[in-house]
């Protein structure tokens, strides 16, 4: 398997994936720590169902909420969130992910409640390895370390709904994440709280990017439950970005809803280090899918922004979304980065256009990749039967 299709999930079973950077930073020599974590926590997932379980917090007090909520991100150079995230100690403990009733497990669940910053102490065994880590869904990480004990000094007041769906333990995980959305609570949050084990029936840890993915997976699919009761859209549209690096791409159809997210990894990118463009597609079509989407968590955090927007123009299309990533983007921030990204794509400036092959040719000026290979790589355009008169205006 292509390093482009594993992107660190160890499929090569390998100790350590030889294309996430290996970064060391200065670290205080300290054993305890004091400051406000955003709330943060992380659940791992290596030698699951024991893994590390881990509160995080910065060196610092205050308001922190930006170190650890994606939604604040979007008007931030990657340098600024990597320097918020680079700053984040976490302490480590081990725990077993289904005894949800462990003091390490408690801890994490009562961080998860809260929306507001948390003053905390962490005592470590030892200093902290300076050394942050990378994964394709989570943002990095900073230094981390054992800890013998950690303590909440105090508390922000808990949301009602949060409250609400958290001492209600018949109501199940996936009907409490939708009421949770509709009642406006941040995606992130949500997924802290499924992470941290603290919705549902039967509750335990839920690996972190795990928790994620089936966060965007829940909530996308219960916005496209509407959307596919609305009319189609009357004209083609076409959204673009084009920040960081990325070149972000909307194509949405008057057809029934469907869904096509593709990647474009140039040389010298986090998961291409050969001397070709490597692209992927992946898709599905009016009922959904019922296998992993090979591109990982991308595709889900893709989709649920598209969803969010069609839901709120309160309209059905046929979405293709493309997205090219330029040599020099190199450091893996997550999945956070392309639902954010689609998010302020959607609230921009768009497109109409009579046909498809008028809005295709607007795109073949914006594209460095060329709409050409997009069209050759795209399912949804050849399971549409109009391959041929596609290529007539190139």
Request: hydrophobic share 40%.
């Amino acid at each position: 398997m292509e390093c482009i299709q594993c992107r660190g999930r160890m499929f090569c079973s390998l100790q350590r994936c030889p294309l996430l950077p290996a970064l060391r930073m200065k670290v205080a020599n300290v054993r305890e720590l004091f400051g406000s974590s955003p709330p943060s926590i992380f659940v791992g997932r290596y030698g699951y169902p024991k893994v590390r379980v881990c509160p995080a917090l910065p060196p610092v007090t205050g308001d922190t909420a930006i170190y650890d909520r994606p939604e604040m991100w979007s008007g931030l150079p990657v340098e600024k969130i990597l320097e918020f995230r680079y700053s984040m100690v976490l302490g480590q403990f081990k725990a077993d992910v289904r005894d949800s009733n462990s003091k390490e497990a408690e801890i994490l669940q009562e961080l998860s409640l809260y929306d507001m910053s948390v003053e905390m102490e962490v005592n470590l065994a030892k200093p902290p390895v300076p050394r942050t880590s990378f994964d394709d869904v989570l943002p990095p990480f900073g230094p981390s370390a054992p800890a013998k004990s950690v303590r909440i000094c105090s508390t922000p007041r808990v949301l009602k709904i949060v409250e609400r769906v958290y001492y209600d333990t018949d109501l199940r995980a996936v009907e409490a994440m939708k009421m949770l959305y509709d009642r406006g609570l941040a995606v992130s949050h949500i997924q802290k709280l499924l992470s941290a084990g603290s919705l549902g029936r039967e509750r335990k840890l839920v690996p972190t990017r795990w928790a994620i993915t089936a966060v965007d997976d829940t909530i996308s699919k219960h916005l496209i439950q509407d959307v596919r009761q609305y009319e189609t859209i009357d004209k083609y549209r076409v959204f673009v970005l084009k920040e960081a690096k990325n070149l972000f791409m909307a194509l949405l159809c008057p057809s029934p809803w469907s869904f096509e997210w593709g990647e474009a990894w140039y040389p010298d990118t986090t998961w291409n280090r050969s001397r070709k463009v490597a692209v992927l597609t992946d898709s599905e079509g009016f009922y959904g899918r019922t296998s992993y989407a090979s591109l990982g968590g991308c595709y889900y955090s893709a989709r649920l922004a598209t969803a969010e927007y069609l839901n709120h123009i309160r309209r059905q299309a046929a979405a293709i979304v493309w997205r090219e990533i330029y040599p020099g983007f190199k450091v893996p921030v997550g999945v956070w980065f392309v639902g954010e990204m689609l998010r302020k794509m959607y609230s921009g400036e768009e497109k109409e256009f009579d046909s498809v092959e008028e809005a295709l040719k607007y795109l073949s000026s914006i594209s460095t990749l060329g709409i050409e290979r997009w069209v050759r790589t795209s399912k949804l355009i050849k399971s549409a039967g109009r391959q041929r008169t596609l290529w007539e205006f190139l």
